[in-house]
Every structure is written in C-alpha cells, then in structure tokens.
C-alpha cells in the first residue's frame, strides 16, 4: 500500500501523495514483519538511502543542554 500512495494511486489527478498514509502503511508492514519495510524504515531513521518513500527522511537536530 505504501508504494500505491507514494505514486500516487489513490490520489486525484493534480494532487500531491499521501505521504503520511504511505508512511502510516508502512510502518503497519514492518509491525507484521515485513523485511523490506524494516528495512526502509530503518534506512529512513539512520539516513541512508533507499528505494520507498525516497522523499520521505528525519531531520535531527540536537539540542545542547
């Protein structure tokens, strides 16, 4: 599901993906032990590249104490 919303499958002509719902799916995948969803998310969180929601990335930002 996470691929059909990051192209845009469910979407109407002109608008942008749903790249909260992709997200949402994916990460619904992972739980049920999906590799490759476990792996993108992980990709995703350590900042390296991968293959699914490519626009998708975490901004870190640290905060001095």
């Known amino acids: 599901m996470a691929k059909y919303h990051e192209m845009g499958r469910f979407c109407e002509r002109g608008e942008d ?26 990709s995703i969180h350590l900042g390296l590249t991968h293959e699914l929601l490519v626009n998708v990335y ?3 930002s640290i905060i001095p104490r």
Not at 17 to 40: R, Y
């Open 58 to 60: 975490l901004e870190v």
């Open 17 to 42: 993906a749903d790249m909260s719902a992709a997200i949402f799916h994916e990460n619904c995948a992972a739980e049920l032990g999906v590799k490759e969803a476990i792996v993108t998310l992980a």
